[in-house]
């Protein structure tokens, strides 16, 4: 994101997305599988390559955010 200089803020607003779902994957709390789809679907359109698996980080029968792409 900081090549296509894009802020978290930026990021809801193009992807449809509440900052309070941003703010619960910074903070490692649940969010809706559709928020990280719409995420990974807007940052396609930025042409930064995304997926599911860039966004989650899957452990013993828990699902985290690893945040990487989205920071």
Known sequence: MINKKI????LCGAAGITTN?????GRDYTVPLEALEK????LNLLLLTC??????ML????VRFIGHMIM
């Open 7 to 10: 802020n978290k803020t930026q």
């Open 51 to 56: 997926c599911i698996n860039n966004l989650l």
């Open 59 to 62: 452990k013993e029968n828990d």
């Open 21 to 25: 779902a941003m703010v619960n994957l």
């Open 39 to 42: 995420i990974c679907e807007t």
